[in-house]
């Protein structure tokens, strides 16, 4: 396995996990919704409300498709980092920058565009509990794990 594809791979497995954790974790907290009812939240992105009822499939597709999205963004940041070389000279900085970058995208033009089931305007705090997860769970770790790769 070369450097790229060592980074892509890391990159996009260990956000993944860190990611889909935070959501579990939150969405348990917040309002006990078991890990199956996320895993499907994300293949309703797909497949629309059907997923809710589709059992271990859907909840299996929406876990393939998390990890799927995780290692694009991985590919997106290592690629425009050959050319940015700053985004892994200060990996934090840019790594947090990266997670609002990758929020906003994902819930001003990916879910507006998805089939996932609209259920109103969230919360502030639940809009600040996204976007913290994702700046540390899929921007933090993947601009660190592209700089660890880079050397």
């Given amino acids: 396995m070369n450097n790229s594809s060592k980074t892509i791979f890391w990159g996009g497995l260990i956000a993944g996990a860190l990611d889909i954790t935070g959501a579990c974790v939150t969405s348990w907290l917040r309002a006990s919704v078991p890990p ?19 059992g271990a499939m ?14 694009t963004w991985t590919i997106v940041f290592y690629l425009v980092s050959r050319k940015l070389r700053f985004l892994i ?8 920058v990266y997670g609002v970058v990758v929020y906003a995208f994902m819930n001003f033009v990916v879910l507006p565009l998805s089939q996932f089931p609209q259920r109103g305007t969230p919360t502030l705090t639940g809009r600040l509990i996204g976007l913290l997860i994702i700046m540390f769970c899929i921007g933090l770790p993947i601009a660190l794990i592209v700089r660890r790769f880079s050397r």
């Avoid at 199956?36 to 589709?54: E, K």
């Fill in 89 to 96: 000279q200060q990996p934090i900085l840019w790594g947090l």
């Fill in 58 to 71: 859907t909840a299996v597709l929406g876990l393939g498709l998390h990890f799927l999205i995780a290692t």
């Fill in 36 to 54: 199956v009812r996320v895993f499907q939240s994300v293949a309703s992105g797909l497949v629309g409300a059907a997923a809710y009822t589709g």
